[in-house]
C-alpha cells in the first residue's frame, strides 16, 4: 500500500473538527489496509510505532529534523529556521520547502506504507554512539522520497506533532465500521482492548479472522489489562445496600497502582496508565520474581513504609520516580508492594472468577512467597463487613494506619477490565457531606498571563470526559492555587501539545488564547458546582442551554500525571455531585 493514501487521509483529518468525520475517515482508510499492515496503521495514526506498554519512542527534535531536512533538499539551516520562525511547525516548513525542492529519489517508487513503517522503527531503536547521524541519514532517505503531503506528516511524526486527535476509542469505532459494518460491536472490541491494551493487536485480529477470533480473546502476560476502577459513595449505608448486605472492604493504601507481569519467570511492571515503570521499582520485581511462579499478573500498591513498616503518605513515594540514584532511593524510601487482585495463575485467566476466589489464590500465593522479605510483598487488609457500623469502624481503623478509605468489593463480582462500575466502591472520608472532592480535570486550553505571569499562561480552561461519546466537555477556567513554578513547568509542559484550532475531541464554546490536545490531567478544588450557559459539560441535562461551570475552582498543586485524560472525572459524576449538592443544600434549608 502506498504511503500517499494514509498520508491523504492524514491530512482530510487535520481539517476537520467534527468526531463523526473523523471516525469516517479513519474506517474508510482501515478498511483499505492490508492484514499485515494494519496494527502499524493504528499505531501511526495515534503518533506511535507500538503500544504505548512497549515504551518505544521516536521523539526527534526540531534541530536533528531540521539537519535531515537541509540534507534532503540541500538547503542551508538559516531557511529552515527562518521558515520555522514564521510557520511554528516543521511539518508545514517541510512541505513548504519540500514543494519548491527538486528531488532525486532513492526510493525509485512511490513510498510505501511499509518502508515508511520499518524506517521509522529502525530510527527509533537505533541508540548510542553514531546514532544521531544515522537516524537523520534515514530521515533525509524517507523525505526525499517522499511527496510534500507525506514529508508534512512525517515529520509531523517523528518530531511527536502528528495530533490528529485519534483515541482509542475512535480506533475501535472505525474498526467496528470498517470490519463488521455496525458500530454497536465496538463493544466487543473494546474488550478484547481492554483485556489486551493494544489497539494493533485488536486490529489485526478482526481484519484478518473477523469477530469470533475477537470473542475469544484471552488476558496474557506481557500485554497489560487496562485497570478496573471503582465508583465513589457517600455513605457506609447506602454502599452496604448496594452490595446487598454482604462485601468486603479493603484498606484503600495511597501509593501507586502497580500491574506486574511474569512471563516465563521475567517480570514487568506497569503503572495505572500502562506504562512500564520497572525502572522505578527494581526491588519490587526483584520480589515478584521470586514468587514461585513462571506466569502470573498481580496488582496491587506500592507503598512507602517507615521504619516500622507503616504506611506512608502518596508523596514520600514520589521520590523514587527519578532517572538517577535509584538504589539510594530505594535505601532511603523504603516501598512494598500491597498486593489486592491475581489476574492470571498457572496458565489460566482469573480474572473471570469470582472476587472471593480470586482473594483466596492471593492469600495462598502470598503465604508460599517464603523467599520473599515480609516487608516488601504484603496483601491489602481486607474483611467481611455485613453491616454500615462494620464499614465505619473499619474506615476508622485504615485512616489511622495511614490509608485513604476503604474499597469495598462486591463478593460474586469478577475484575471487569477497563470499567468502573459498582462492583468496586471507593469510600474517602472527604465524600462525607459537607466536604468537597477533588475533581480531575483535562487543560484543553489556555490564556496568556499578564503582570507577573506575563510569558506564561495565567489560566486554563478544563474539561471533563464524556465516555459516551468519547469527547471532552468544558467546566471552569482555571487561575488560582498555582505557584510561579507550577506555571513555569505547565507552560512548558503544554507546549508539547498545542494545536492550531479546537481538538475534534472538544466541545467548547468558550474562546481560548491557545488550545491544546487533551492530554494533561490536574487535580482542583472548587467551593460549589452551577449552571452556566457557557460550559458544555453535561449541556442540556439538567437544564436546556445549561452547562456545568465550578464556582471558585483551585489546583490543588497536583498534576496527575498517572492519569490519562480518560481517566478524568466525567460528566457523568460531575452531574452526580451537582444532584449531590442540591440533595444536600435540600436537607439543610
Ligand atoms: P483516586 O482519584 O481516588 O486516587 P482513581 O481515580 O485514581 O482514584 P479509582 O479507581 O477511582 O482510581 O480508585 C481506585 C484506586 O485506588 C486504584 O487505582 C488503586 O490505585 C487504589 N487502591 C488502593 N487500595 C486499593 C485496593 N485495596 N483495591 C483497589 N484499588 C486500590
Redesign the pocket.
Known amino acids: 500500500m502506498q504511503f500517499e493514501v494514509i498520508a491523504e487521509a492524514y491530512n482530510r483529518m487535520s481539517q476537520t473538527t467534527s468526531r463523526i468525520e473523523l471516525t469516517k475517515i479513519l474506517s474508510e482508510v482501515l478498511g483499505l489496509v492490508d492484514a499485515s499492515l494494519i496494527a502499524q496503521v493504528c499505531y501511526l495514526t495515534q503518533g506511535k510505532l507500538h503500544p504505548d506498554f512497549e515504551g518505544v519512542e521516536i521523539g526527534m527534535a526540531d534541530k536533528m529534523v531540521s539537519r535531515a531536512v537541509q540534507r534532503a533538499y540541500n538547503v542551508r539551516d538559516a531557511t529552515v529556521n527562518e521558515s520555522l520562525r514564521k510557520l511554528g511547525d516543521m511539518g508545514s516548513v517541510v512541505e513548504k520547502i519540500s514543494k519548491g525542492a527538486v528531488q532525486e529519489s532513492l526510493f525509485p517508487e512511490h513510498l510505501t506504507v511499509k518502508q515508511v513503517y520499518d524506517t521509522l522503527d529502525q530510527i527509533a531503536k537505533t541508540s548510542g554512539k553514531g546514532s544521531s547521524d544515522y537516524r537523520i541519514q534515514r530521515l533525509a532517505a524517507l523525505l526525499k522520497s517522499a511527496t510534500s503531503l507525506e514529508a508534512k506528516f512525517l515529520t509531523r511524526f517523528v518530531t511527536g506533532n502528528l495530533r490528529l486527535g485519534v483515541a482509542d476509542y475512535t480506533v475501535l469505532d472505525a474498526l467496528a465500521i470498517a470490519f463488521t459494518g455496525d458500530k454497536t460491536n465496538r463493544k466487543l472490541l473494546e474488550r478484547a482492548y481492554n483485556l489486551t491494551s493494544d489497539l494493533g493487536y485488536v486490529a489485526q485480529l478482526i481484519s484478518s479472522n473477523g469477530l469470533k477470533s475477537i470473542q475469544r480473546v484471552k488476558a496474557t502476560p506481557g500485554k497489560p489489562i487496562r485497570?478496573m476502577?471503582?465508583e465513589?459513595m457517600t455513605s457506609s449505608q447506602t454502599i452496604i445496600d448496594q452490595m446487598n448486605g454482604h462485601a468486603a472492604a479493603?484498606?484503600?493504601?495511597?501509593?501507586?497502582?502497580i500491574q506486574a507481569h511474569k512471563v516465563g519467570g521475567k517480570v514487568s511492571l506497569f503503572s495505572?496508565r500502562l506504562e512500564k515503570i520497572d525502572a522505578h521499582y527494581p526491588d519490587v520485581s526483584k520480589s515478584i520474581g521470586l514468587i514461585d511462579e513462571e506466569n502470573l499478573i498481580i496488582e496491587g500498591?506500592v507503598v512507602a513504609l517507615d521504619s516500622s513498616g507503616k504506611y506512608l503518605p502518596f508523596q514520600e513515594l514520589m521520590h523514587r520516580r527519578r532517572k538517577y540514584g535509584i538504589e539510594e532511593a530505594i535505601e532511603r524510601y523504603p516501598a512494598a508492594l500491597n498486593v489486592?487482585d491475581v489476574l492470571y495463575l498457572r496458565g489460566q485467566q482469573t480474572l473471570d472468577r469470582p472476587y472471593t476466589e480470586r482473594r483466596a489464590s492471593l492469600e495462598d500465593l502470598v503465604r508460599s512467597a517464603k523467599r520473599i522479605d515480609p516487608l516488601k510483598l504484603l496483601i491489602?487488609p481486607a474483611r467481611s463487613v455485613q453491616s454500615a457500623r462494620e464499614i465505619d469502624s473499619l474506615m476508622t481503623e485504615a485512616l489511622s494506619a495511614g490509608c485513604?478509605g476503604l474499597?469495598i468489593?462486591s463478593l460474586d463480582s469478577t475484575y471487569r477490565a477497563g470499567a468502573?462500575e459498582f462492583s468496586?466502591i471507593?469510600f474517602?472520608p472527604e465524600y462525607r457531606p459537607g466536604v468537597s472532592d477533588?475533581i480531575?480535570l483535562v487543560i484543553v486550553g489556555a490564556n496568556h498571563g499578564q503582570g507577573r505571569r506575563a510569558g506564561h499562561y495565567g489560566a486554563f480552561l478544563l474539561a471533563a470526559y464524556d465516555k459516551e461519546k468519547d469527547l471532552f466537555r468544558t467546566t471552569t477556567k482555571v487561575g488560582t492555587g498555582f505557584t510561579d513554578a507550577d506555571l513555569e513547568h505547565l507552560s512548558k509542559m503544554l507546549s508539547e501539545f498545542r494545536v492550531d484550532k479546537k481538538s475534534p475531541r472538544l466541545d467548547a464554546k468558550v474562546s481560548s488564547d491557545d488550545w491544546f490536545e487533551p492530554k494533561i490531567v490536574i487535580e482542583v478544588l472548587a467551593s460549589e458546582i452551577t449552571l452556566s450557559p457557557i460550559y458544555t459539560a453535561g449541556l442540556g441535562i439538567l437544564r436546556k442551554d445549561s452547562g456545568l461551570a465550578l464556582r471558585f475552582p483551585k489546583f490543588t498543586g497536583k498534576i496527575r500525571e498517572?492519569?490519562a485524560p480518560e481517566?478524568a472525572t466525567t460528566v457523568k459524576e460531575l452531574v452526580e455531585m451537582y444532584q449531590k449538592q442540591i440533595r444536600q443544600f435540600k436537607a439543610s434549608s
Open positions: 485497570p476502577l471503582a465513589r479493603e484498606y484503600k493504601l495511597d501509593g501507586e497502582r495505572r500498591e489486592f491489602v485513604e474499597v468489593k468502573r468496586w471507593k474517602k477533588t480531575d498517572d492519569k481517566d
